[in-house]
Every structure is written in structure tokens, then in C-alpha cells.
Nanobody
Framework: QVQLVESGGGLVQPGDSLTLSCTTS????????IGWFRQGPGKEREGVFC???????SAFNSGKGRFSISRDNAKNSVSLQMSNLNPEDTAVYYC???????????????????WGQGTQVTVSS
């Protein structure tokens, strides 16, 4: 059974850094792309960052410049490192797995088969 569980969210102040983790089970990370998405209040879900099955990383618009991604196959986890957070980064952050994206990433949510439940990140002073 494929499962993804996000952790690491919370309340932080503007300028802070935060690392989110996506712990997976039921499949091998090197055969799937893992994408991070977020959905802010009243907004559509948008792509943040992705690491494809072969390890290629791609930053989507919302993740460029301040975010990075890493994968630990031994721990079956993918982390999203976020720095210099601002209130516009407030959202529920989701990780998702795609079996269709091996050599490259896309931020089309329809390509992701399995989703975690999300973790809330709130940036506020």
C-alpha cells in the first residue's frame, strides 16, 4: 500500500527557515517522482519542487530561489528545505508521488497518483 506522510510544519516567523519531510512506504523512491505542492487560503494548489525518479530536481515557480529538495532512498524520505519564509508561503504543503515522471518533473497535479494528507505551514509575526 502506497503511503506518504508529511511532517515538519508549524508556525514560524518571517525570515525563518523550515524543513518539511515526506516519509514514504509501499514503493521504491528511485522509481517515482516526488513532488511538493502547496495550497494557500483561497488559492489553487501549486507546485513547489520536485525530484524525479532518476534524481533530477526541478523548482516550480513558487519554489525558485529559496527552496531546495533532497531525497534519502535509505530512509524512504524526501525533504523540502525552505528559507527566508514570508507570509505568502503560508499554506498546507503536500507531497505526492508519480509513477509517470522518471526522467523529468512536471507540476501537473493530474500526473501524481498518490498524495499525503498535508502539513500546515504558517508564517506570521
Amino acid at each position: 500500500q502506497v503511503q506518504l506522510v508529511e511532517s515538519g510544519g508549524g508556525l514560524v516567523q518571517p525570515g525563518d527557515s523550515l524543513t518539511l519531510s515526506c516519509t514514504t512506504s509501499g514503493f521504491s523512491l528511485d522509481g517515482f517522482a516526488i513532488g511538493w505542492f502547496r495550497q494557500g487560503p483561497g488559492k489553487e494548489r501549486e507546485g513547489v519542487f520536485c525530484i524525479s525518479g532518476d534524481g533530477t530536481t526541478s523548482a516550480f515557480n513558487s519554489g525558485k530561489g529559496r527552496f531546495s529538495i533532497s531525497r534519502d532512498n535509505a530512509k524512504n524520505s524526501v525533504s523540502l528545505q525552505m528559507s527566508n519564509l514570508n507570509p505568502e508561503d503560508t499554506a498546507v504543503y503536500y507531497c505526492a508521488a508519480s509513477s509517470d515522471l522518471y526522467y523529468f518533473c512536471q507540476d501537473d497535479v493530474q500526473l501524481y497518483d498518490h498524495w499525503g494528507q498535508g502539513t500546515q505551514v504558517t508564517v506570521s509575526s
